[in-house]
């Protein structure tokens, strides 16, 4: 728990082939069911500080416990921090998430005055802002700050309760 952001709510992966990732949390792990956009409709974007073409991304949602985890695959070739992973690292664990209704501002100014930049940011649709921070001294530990406003905290919430009584039926579950 952090005494800034409180608790870490999500750990994001970047992958190639996001079905194939899904089928491999939910049938070898057992997590699930994963609620996957095919297409996320990024509406604002920003790359290393400069407004920049917003990525096509399809994302899958589940949770373990109370940890959200998120699959991200993007299709095409537009600068992104996920892009910059995958060439760097290969698929991998991307980020970790800190969640705020009110705080959004706060956190990414407490980020940016400690020494992070952003490295990416922008917002999905309608729902809340997000920014993507990295540390010269630490690139490894990404750190993610998520809006919860225009119903991403609902749908969150949601994903969180359908792994509760999740029988391992219908493991993938297509959004539009």
């Known amino acids: 728990m952090s005494k800034f ?3 870490v709510r999500q750990v994001g992966y970047v992958v190639r082939d996001i079905q194939k990732a899904m089928h491999h949390w939910s049938a ?16 604002e974007f920003r790359y290393r500080g400069q407004v920049s073409q917003p990525p096509r991304l399809s994302i899958a949602l589940a949770n373990s416990g109370d940890l959200q985890i998120e699959l991200i695959q993007q299709r095409d070739d537009a600068p992104s921090l996920y ?7 290969g ?9 705020t209704l009110d705080n959004f501002d706060e956190f990414c100014d407490r980020l940016l005055t400690s020494g992070y930049e952003e490295g990416h940011g922008g917002r999905m649709g309608l729902r809340g802002r997000f920014a993507y921070f990295v540390h010269p001294e630490l690139p490894s530990g990404m750190i993610e700050v998520s809006e919860m406003k225009g119903g991403k905290g609902e749908y969150f919430e ?3 309760k359908a792994s509760e009584s999740w029988d391992g039926s219908a493991p993938i579950r297509p959004r539009t």
Do not use: M
């Not at 070898?28 to 509406?43: M, N, S």
């Not at 892009?83 to 690292?89: A, E, F």
């Open 5 to 7: 952001f409180g608790g």
């Open 28 to 43: 070898v792990l057992g997590v699930g069911p994963w609620f996957y956009k095919e297409e996320v409709g990024t509406t």
């Open 83 to 89: 892009l910059d992973s995958l060439r760097t690292n």
């Open 91 to 99: 698929e991998c664990a991307q980020h970790v998430a800190f969640w």
């Open 158 to 160: 949601e994903i969180r």
